[in-house]
Nanobody
Framework: QVQLVESGGGLVQPGGSLRLSCAAS????????MSWYRQAPGKERELVAS????????NYADSVKGRFTISRDNAKNTVSLQMNSLKPEDTAVYYC?????????WGQGIQVTVSS
């Protein structure tokens, strides 16, 4: 059974940091591109960052470049998102996604709230 379980969310003050993690199981993790998406209230889900199957290539939304870093550990079947210099506009539910060809899996999402 495929599972993607996010952790590490919560409430943080503007300028603070959080590290999200996503633990994967039930599929060959190292074959999949992994991504983080987010969805703020009233807005569409958007891509935040993605990383290639062996971690060589990454890409980021312009809004998070220089502040967020995506990484993966294929030995532990995990993907992480280090979020620094957080802003109120980063408040959203963050989702982990695995994709390979036409196969796609999503986590259940985790709340990140940036507020003073």
């Amino acid at each position: 059974q495929v599972q993607l379980v996010e952790s590490g969310g919560g409430l943080v003050q503007p300028g603070g940091s959080l590290r999200l993690s996503c633990a994967a199981s039930g599929f060959t993790f190292s074959n999949y591109v992994m991504s983080w998406y987010r969805q703020a209230p009233g807005k569409e889900r958007e891509l935040v960052a993605s990383i290639s199957s062996i971690g060589v290539f990454t890409n980021y939304a312009d809004s998070v470049k220089g502040r967020f870093t995506i990484s993966r550990d294929n030995a532990k079947n995990t993907v992480s998102l280090q979020m620094n210099s957080l802003k109120p506009e980063d408040t959203a539910v963050y989702y982990c996604k695995a994709r390979r060809d036409r196969s796609e899996y999503w986590g259940q999402g985790i709340q990140v709230t940036v507020s003073s």
